[in-house]
């Protein structure tokens, strides 16, 4: 489930109310309700022991310990690179975590010797150390350090791997937490500065801060050396919004402040600050999204059509006419072609660098805008070939983005563009498997409504089919899936991709509608009542793996995660002939009440409302929990989870391994008390995981047809 840039509202006020007299007594045919209750002794012994009946089954399998093992090394493995998390200046910012340093290491070094390839690091903040020395199973979430000196960082620090987490002023100068500082308790919150001594914060301010959704509806301003209660209000939104939150963009000497009240998932009023601490209204559209500001501009894309400006593409408005409330038409900046549709946008000083997916394969192109004509010019960078590329840190006044390139068969590079030039390689990681020995191909399956779906398939050279299949994909949210090393796919479960091809057999990582492998479209093609698209091209993608002889009937296994359970839970109830296995993590099931269950009422815009009677007329067709029938044999299910997720509520994977067991239906299950939404708090865990859905596989579709 796509993360959201603020916070939900305790699990305790959600718990409450998900667990009222009022909301039991509207669902009296659900038995399971009480699996919802996340801490409860009830709901937790039952977790306990299909844990220890699930571990006691695929903990057993011989290569169990081997898989483990080999995973564990992997993830831990120090040749790993470390990314530019964040570029401070000349000073270079990473997360390191290996297996002495679970937690992490926040670090830095010059940019110079990063640069070189050869930096010498130094320990900001041991995060397993201060957990130890706190008492508090600490997990890193940011650091958010004030251009242009630096000295100052908000470090948000979760207890457990929760979306909530605590916000403490660090001083970059002396290496310790601030005294006296900024300290916003545990919570979901969203902080930004506005100077050294001012900070905006979006919070839980108490009764009546929240929004129906749990996330802030306040935002605040708060100086140095008063009390959080004392800060000033800015800005409220309504209870019916789904938040509000600040946002502070760094543009040369400057910084601009806005405010953005989300009223829906994919709709906001975007604010700017002006004079006097005026709020003026922008004029980016409700669907729009502000991605970047350079020059005095504010960088938007375009999630709809704009006038003649197509939907997707890039358009800008300068900020002081803005401010100023005298904000024109904007100017168009970048507009997609049928193939070639931006994903993701960064600024440097000069150059706005704009990464694109180009039939689901990355681009890398520098735009600069003549300030005479206003014309903005394009300059590619070449980096790989059908590979997949993330922006994953920017030098400003050099004007250098930092990306990492990977593919299914190529080990992951990091490499930095700048002005001029190539872009170069900073670390190439070596091989972690030879890849002379598989093979990845682009194929497309036709789908029921004539849509090419795209996906990629792995195997191992000579294999000859049908083979055992692994069908990964996730359609929601505009959140593109791209093919990255065998050795992290799929998500979550380390390189579960790997061990499998090496068995001989298939991979697939396949780019359904819902996500935005092709831009908005793509995306709103599987939106609410249109939903079944994405269901019917999983379906595509694994009838057409047949067709081709690749696999077969009933030895197909399909893994999603998040809302992706969302997809894996239709497809198995829609289809139980077709799949052989079905893996589910961190799952969305329950459609009737996922809105009612932590922040699921934020995710009305993607799914539907099922409380008003027209949405529930075309959800009640592909909720999972709802259409698991009596009398149906179902593929194998295994789900992974975690207790402390407080996006998605564990109680949606909880009562569907109720209901399939007690309808008969074999299930797995693996539910880790600590990591949050990404399951995983560290590698050891991750590494566990792997291990047992290779086991889960080999088990039910892995070995002779069944």
Same mark, same amino acid.
């Given at each position: 489930?796509?993360?959201?840039?603020?916070?939900?509202?305790?699990?305790?006020?959600?718990?409450?109310?998900?667990?009222?007299?009022?909301?039991?007594?509207?669902?009296?045919?659900?038995?399971?309700?009480?699996?919802?209750?996340?801490?409860?002794?009830?709901?937790?012994?039952?977790?306990?022991?299909?844990?220890?009946?699930?571990?006691?089954?695929?903990?057993?399998?011989?290569?169990?310990?081997?898989?483990?093992?080999?995973?564990?090394?992997?993830?831990?493995?120090?040749?790993?690179?470390?990314?530019?998390?964040?570029?401070?200046?000349?000073?270079?910012?990473?997360?390191? =975590?290996?297996?002495?340093?679970?937690?992490?290491?926040?670090?830095?070094?010059?940019?110079?010797?990063?640069?070189?390839?050869?930096?010498?690091?130094?320990?900001?903040?041991?995060?397993?150390?201060?957990?130890?020395?706190?008492?508090?199973?600490?997990?890193? %979430?940011?650091?958010?350090?004030?251009?242009?000196?630096?000295?100052?960082?908000?470090?948000?620090?979760?207890?457990?791997?929760?979306?909530?987490?605590?916000?403490?002023?660090?001083?970059?100068?002396?290496? =310790?937490?601030?005294?006296?500082?900024?300290?916003?308790?545990?919570?979901?919150?969203?902080?930004?500065?506005?100077?050294?001594?001012?900070?905006?914060?979006?919070?839980?301010?108490?009764?009546?801060?929240?929004?129906?959704?749990?996330?802030?509806?306040?935002?605040?301003?708060?100086?140095?050396?008063?009390?959080?209660?004392?800060?000033?209000?800015?800005?409220?939104?309504?209870?019916?919004?789904?938040?509000?939150?600040?946002?502070?963009?760094?543009?040369?000497?400057?910084?601009?402040?806005?405010?953005?009240?989300?009223?829906?998932?994919?709709?906001?009023?975007?604010?700017?600050?002006?004079?006097?601490?005026?709020?003026?209204?922008?004029?980016?559209?409700?669907?729009?999204?502000?991605?970047?500001?350079?020059?005095?501009?504010?960088?938007?894309?375009?999630?709809?059509?704009?006038?003649?400006?197509?939907?997707?593409?890039?358009?800008?408005?300068?900020?002081?006419?803005?401010?100023?409330?005298?904000?024109?038409?904007?100017?168009?900046?970048?507009?997609?072609?049928?193939? @070639?549709?931006?994903?993701?946008?960064?600024?440097?000083?000069?150059?706005?660098?704009?990464?694109?997916?180009?039939?689901?394969?990355?681009?890398?192109?520098?735009?600069?805008?003549?300030?005479?004509?206003?014309?903005?010019?394009?300059?590619?960078?070449?980096?790989?070939?059908?590979?997949?590329? %993330?922006?994953?840190?920017?030098?400003?006044?050099?004007?250098?983005?930092?990306?990492?390139?990977?593919?299914?068969?190529?080990?992951?590079?990091?490499?930095?563009?700048?002005?001029?030039?190539?872009?170069?390689?900073?670390?190439?990681?070596?091989?972690?498997?030879?890849?002379?020995?598989?093979?990845?191909?682009?194929?497309?399956?036709?789908?029921?409504?004539?849509?090419?779906?795209?996906?990629?398939?792995?195997?191992?050279?000579?294999?000859?089919?049908?083979?055992?299949?692994?069908?990964?994909?996730?359609?929601?949210?505009?959140?593109?899936?791209?093919?990255?090393?065998?050795?992290?796919?799929?998500?979550?479960?380390?390189?579960?991709?790997?061990?499998?091809?090496?068995?001989?057999?298939?991979?697939?990582?396949?780019?359904?509608?819902?996500?935005?492998?092709?831009?908005?479209?793509?995306?709103?093609?599987?939106?609410?009542?249109?939903?079944?698209?994405?269901?019917?091209?999983?379906?595509?993608?694994?009838?057409?793996?047949?067709?081709?002889?690749?696999?077969?009937?009933?030895?197909? @296994?399909?893994?999603?995660?998040?809302?992706?359970?969302?997809?894996?839970?239709?497809?198995?109830?829609?289809?139980?002939?077709?799949?052989?296995?079905?893996?589910?993590?961190?799952?969305?099931?329950?459609?009737? =009440?996922?809105?009612?269950?932590?922040?699921?009422?934020?995710?009305?815009?993607?799914?539907?409302?099922?409380?008003?009677?027209?949405?529930?007329?075309?959800?009640?067709?592909?909720?999972?929990?709802?259409?698991?029938?009596?009398?149906?044999?179902?593929?194998?299910?295994?789900?992974?989870?975690?207790?402390?997720?407080?996006?998605?509520?564990?109680?949606?994977?909880?009562?569907?391994?109720?209901?399939?067991?007690?309808?008969?239906?074999?299930?797995?299950?693996?539910?880790?008390?600590?990591?949050?939404?990404?399951?995983?708090?560290?590698?050891?865990?991750?590494?566990?995981?792997?291990?047992?859905?290779?086991?889960?596989?080999?088990?039910?579709?892995?070995?002779?047809?069944?």
């Amino acid at each position: 489930m796509k993360k959201l840039p603020v916070m939900l509202r305790s699990s305790a006020l959600t718990l409450a109310a998900l667990l009222s007299p009022a909301l039991i007594a509207a669902a009296p045919a659900d038995p399971y309700l009480w699996l919802e209750d996340i801490e409860g002794p009830r709901a937790i012994a039952q977790v306990e022991r299909w844990n220890a009946d699930t571990d006691r089954l695929l903990r057993a399998d011989p290569a169990f310990e081997r898989d483990r093992a080999r995973a564990r090394a992997i993830l831990d493995d120090e040749s790993q690179i470390a990314l530019p998390d964040q570029v401070l200046g000349d000073r270079v910012m990473n997360l390191w =975590r290996d297996a002495k340093n679970p937690r992490g290491l926040w670090r830095s070094t010059d940019l110079a010797s990063y640069l070189a390839g050869k930096p010498v690091w130094k320990t900001v903040i041991d995060v397993d150390a201060l957990g130890k020395a706190e008492g508090k199973s600490w997990v890193w %979430h940011e650091a958010d350090c004030l251009a242009p000196d630096y000295t100052r960082c908000l470090i948000s620090l979760s207890p457990g791997g929760t979306d909530a987490d605590v916000v403490r002023e660090f001083d970059l100068a002396t290496g =310790r937490f601030v005294s006296g500082g900024f300290t916003v308790p545990e919570a979901k919150s969203d902080v930004a500065w506005v100077d050294k001594d001012t900070l905006l914060v979006a919070t839980d301010y108490g009764a009546g801060s929240l929004t129906a959704s749990g996330y802030p509806r306040i935002v605040k301003r708060w100086q140095r050396g008063t009390p959080l209660a004392s800060a000033t209000i800015v800005k409220e939104g309504a209870v019916g919004d789904m938040t509000l939150a600040p946002r502070v963009e760094q543009d040369g000497d400057r910084r601009w402040t806005f405010l953005n009240r989300a009223l829906s998932f994919y709709t906001a009023e975007l604010w700017l600050e002006g004079e006097g601490g005026r709020l003026v209204r922008t004029p980016v559209p409700e669907s729009a999204e502000l991605r970047a500001v350079i020059g005095g501009r504010m960088i938007v894309f375009l999630n709809d059509p704009l006038g003649d400006i197509p939907a997707g593409s890039l358009v800008a408005w300068p900020l002081a006419d803005v401010a100023a409330g005298k904000a024109g038409a904007p100017e168009t900046v970048l507009e997609p072609t049928a193939r @070639a549709v931006i994903e993701d946008v960064r600024a440097t000083d000069h150059i706005l660098w704009v990464k694109q997916l180009d039939d689901v394969s990355g681009a890398l192109l520098a735009l600069t805008r003549d300030p005479a004509t206003g014309a903005w010019t394009r300059r590619a960078v070449p980096l790989a070939d059908k590979a997949t590329v %993330h922006l994953v840190g920017a030098a400003d006044k050099r004007d250098m983005i930092f990306a990492s390139v990977e593919g299914m068969l190529t080990p992951p590079s990091l490499m930095a563009a700048g002005p001029e030039g190539p872009a170069r390689t900073v670390q190439q990681l070596a091989p972690r498997f030879d890849a002379s020995r598989f093979t990845v191909e682009q194929r497309f399956a036709i789908s029921k409504d004539g849509t090419r779906i795209p996906y990629f398939l792995a195997r191992k050279k000579g294999v000859a089919g049908p083979v055992p299949a692994l069908i990964h994909a996730y359609g929601g949210f505009r959140a593109a899936q791209t093919p990255t090393y065998l050795t992290t796919e799929p998500y979550r479960a380390g390189p579960l991709g790997l061990f499998w091809v090496e068995d001989g057999n298939a991979y697939v990582l396949a780019n359904i509608r819902g996500g935005g492998e092709y831009g908005p479209a793509w995306h709103a093609a599987a939106l609410r009542e249109k939903r079944q698209n994405a269901f019917d091209d999983l379906t595509a993608v694994a009838e057409d793996l047949m067709k081709t002889g690749v696999s077969e009937k009933g030895r197909i @296994a399909i893994s999603g995660r998040s809302n992706g359970g969302v997809l894996v839970g239709a497809a198995m109830t829609q289809r139980p002939d077709l799949y052989g296995a079905v893996i589910a993590g961190s799952p969305l099931e329950d459609m009737k =009440r996922y809105s009612h269950l932590s922040a699921g009422a934020s995710w009305i815009d993607e799914y539907g409302d099922p409380d008003k009677p027209q949405d529930w007329a075309f959800m009640a067709g592909w909720s999972p929990y709802q259409n698991v029938r009596k009398g149906v044999k179902y593929p194998p299910a295994f789900f992974y989870l975690s207790t402390k997720d407080d996006r998605v509520h564990p109680g949606h994977a909880r009562k569907m391994a109720a209901k399939l067991k007690d309808y008969g239906n074999p299930v797995y299950y693996h539910e880790y008390r600590e990591g949050g939404h990404s399951v995983g708090a560290d590698h050891a865990e991750d590494a566990v995981r792997a291990a047992l859905l290779h086991a889960f596989l080999r088990r039910e579709i892995g070995g002779e047809t069944k």
